[in-house]
Structure formats: structure tokens, C-alpha cells
């Protein structure tokens, strides 16, 4: 009977255990605080691609670096789960160099463009507590991007010019922004996210679409 008792006791330790801490993991109560600002700072990898056609010979497209910086709001309607709209300020580069066929022979593009937009994602963030003091996000959702400026540079050894960035490429993106960060003592942020735009942003002849890497630092007030 007593080995029957510490065995009833041993498990109802271990279950209540169990318990208390998925409940921790997964805090489903209220929030303390529905509204929390942050700042973010960090850099990026993007590009936009062009799409095969039967004319291209080569058709290449390196990732290149940036920087964003902005804000995000958390609206918490349970711990566990916020929607988060954010603004930020990004800049975008990329490499290319294209060779295709046209009337009279081989035409070659090499060059480089530079751009900066005003990019607002809307996410909803999953928010798991794997310890005391780090807290994991799984993001996702949509994202809307306003062209600012920038510059298309040919440098093509017969065709050397520098063109607006817009007047090729449509100013307005949508797109989808997943990833994931982590929250060190509720205030020191981490994060990783990849956007992956959703319309072609050729204005004529070709299809491509926009992408990116961003690796972000924050502080949550």
C-alpha cells in the first residue's frame, strides 16, 4: 500500500510538473500590457529576379546587401499571440548580368541598381516561452512596399549609363514576410524573417519578382 501511495504521489508530482510547464510555454492569459513599441535596426540580402525567356543566353542575378531600420507595434490579444504592423525603412541591392538575343546579334547588360522603399508588414507572431527569460516568435503575414528612389547603373563596357531604378520597375510590391526572433529578459530582440514578393515588378517584357533576408536587432520598450 505505501509503494502504491509514493508512486500515486510521484506521478501527480510529475503531472502537475508537466502541466505548469507547458502552461509557461504556452501562456494563454491575459496580457499585462496590449499595446508594446520597438525599434529595429539591422541589414539585409535581396533580389529581384527576371525570369528565363527563349531570347536570354545568360541570365544571372546576385544577392546584395542593405540596411533597414523602423518600428513595430505589438497588439497582444492573448500572451501567446499578437498582431504586429511595423514600418520601416529599407534600402535594396543586387547585382546583374544579362546576355540575350536580338535582332543583329547578342545584346550585354552588366550592372548594378540600388533602391529604397517604405515597407509595411502586418504579422501575426506566435509567442512561445522556452525559459524565464527568452521568449520565441514565429512570424507571419503580409507585407506592402512603396518604392522611395534609386538608380540602375549599366556598366556595360558599349553601353555605360545610370537610369532611375522606377522607370523600368513598378513602385508599389505585396508580398508574404515570414521568420522568426527571440526576446532576451523582455526587452533585447533578435530576428531573422525572408520576404517574398508577390507581383511581377516589371513594368514590360520580363517577369520577376522581389526577395530578401533580413537580420534584425531590436529593443522592446
Request: a negative charge; aromatic letters at 18%; glycine letters at 10%.
Amino acid at each position: 500500500m505505501n509503494k502504491i501511495n509514493s508512486l500515486t504521489l510521484l506521478s501527480s508530482i510529475l503531472l502537475g510538473s508537466l502541466t505548469a510547464n507547458a502552461a509557461d510555454f504556452l501562456d494563454t492569459s491575459a496580457p499585462e500590457n496590449v499595446f508594446n513599441i520597438g525599434a529595429r535596426v539591422g541589414f539585409n540580402l535581396s533580389n529581384n529576379s527576371i525570369d528565363n525567356t527563349p531570347y536570354f543566353k545568360m541570365n544571372l542575378s546576385k544577392w546584395g546587401t542593405g540596411f533597414d531600420a523602423g518600428v513595430v507595434c505589438d497588439i497582444n490579444i492573448r500572451n501567446f499571440i499578437s498582431i504586429q504592423p511595423g514600418f520601416f525603412y529599407q534600402s535594396r541591392s543586387n547585382d546583374y548580368a544579362y546576355i540575350y538575343t536580338a535582332l543583329g546579334g547578342d545584346i550585354e547588360y552588366y550592372g548594378h541598381t540600388r533602391h529604397y522603399t517604405f515597407n509595411v508588414p502586418i504579422l501575426a507572431s506566435l509567442r512561445l516561452n522556452p525559459t524565464d527569460n527568452i521568449r520565441w516568435s514565429i512570424d507571419f503575414g503580409p507585407y506592402f512596399e512603396f518604392g522611395l528612389d534609386g538608380s540602375d547603373k549599366d556598366l556595360s563596357k558599349d553601353t555605360k549609363y545610370k537610369e532611375d531604378y522606377y522607370a523600368s520597375r513598378k513602385s508599389f510590391d505585396i508580398g508574404l514576410k515570414m521568420g522568426t526572433g527571440l526576446e532576451f529578459f523582455d526587452h533585447y530582440y533578435f530576428g531573422i524573417h525572408y520576404l517574398a514578393g508577390c507581383r511581377n515588378i516589371w513594368k514590360e517584357d520580363f517577369d520577376g519578382r522581389n526577395k530578401a533576408w533580413t537580420f534584425t536587432l531590436g529593443y522592446n520598450f
